[in-house]
């Protein structure tokens, strides 16, 4: 079932363009769980919108009325949440970190995974940085965490966002160059303020972890795109899982 969430991601994800649309997709990410009581008056209110604009996103999804939208939106929530209940029985982490290639013992990365989820569930934000490819693969990740009430969402280089120390970047680079760059290119952004989780096969990141805002997930390999996409996509697997068993149940 493609649940309205997961459309309203495909546009945020997906768009070139900062307009209202964005705008309006940012606020319901950002006030997921509050769409349950929100009237549209509140959301015209809280949001700054203009009732053209927001009619004009909702037709986009099929929808002629405000209430029909949110109505539906609190219902796929829930089914979402029934969704992952079912997928998480019976589910052994241990065995996944067992079983994916890593530089470290079981205990260790399982204590890693459990320290990320840790920082994830007192965040205020979690934006996701990387090329689009790699960091699309965080999509069910993405929303996972928005349906446990937590905001996430991919950076854009046309949405001027400051970041501080209640944010969690999370940074997939293989290489690392990326991390590198965007520091240099974006110092308005503050990355450095925010929790860092870095995702990278570069072996010589893991001397940064030194810093208490940084996390390091250090995968083997030799920056084959293709190994990497799946050590990623076990890795956000990992996080669904604990931070599902550490705080949601």
């Known amino acids: 079932m493609n649940i309205l969430l997961s459309r309203i991601l495909t546009y945020l994800n997906g768009t070139l363009f900062h307009d209202s649309h964005y705008k309006i997709c940012t606020f319901i990410i950002f006030h997921y769980l509050e769409m349950e009581d929100m009237s549209e008056e509140k959301f ?9 604009e927001l009619y004009s996103f909702i037709a986009l999804l099929g929808f002629n009325q405000y209430e029909e939208f949110r109505q539906t939106l609190v219902e796929h929530h829930l089914t979402r949440c029934n969704q992952i209940r079912v997928r998480m029985l019976g589910v052994n982490s241990q065995q996944l970190i067992a079983d994916m290639d890593k530089d470290c013992s079981d205990e260790d990365m399982s204590k890693t995974i459990s320290e990320i989820c840790a920082k994830l569930y007192k965040a205020k934000r979690i ?36 970041m501080n ?25 503050h990355i450095e303020k925010a929790f860092q989780v870095l995702i990278t096969q570069n072996k010589k990141y893991l001397r940064t972890e030194t810093a208490d805002n ?19 996509m ?16």
Do not use: W
């Open 44 to 52: 015209l209110k809280l949001g700054a919108f203009k009732k053209e």
């Open 127 to 162: 934006v996701i940085f990387g090329a689009l490819y790699p960091i699309s693969i965080a999509i069910e990740l993405q929303t996972d965490m928005i349906t446990f009430g937590k905001p996430f969402i991919q950076y854009h280089s046309y949405d001027p966002i400051v």
């Open 165 to 189: 120390e209640n944010d969690v970047a999370i940074v997939i680079s293989a290489t690392g160059r990326y991390l590198n760059g965007f520091k240099i290119a974006n110092k308005d952004v």
């Open 214 to 232: 940084c996390k390091v997930l250090y995968v083997p390999g030799k920056f084959d795109s293709i190994n990497f996409n799946y050590q990623i």
């Open 234 to 249: 076990t890795i956000c697997d990992l996080l669904r899982i604990h931070y599902y068993q550490q705080y949601y149940l």
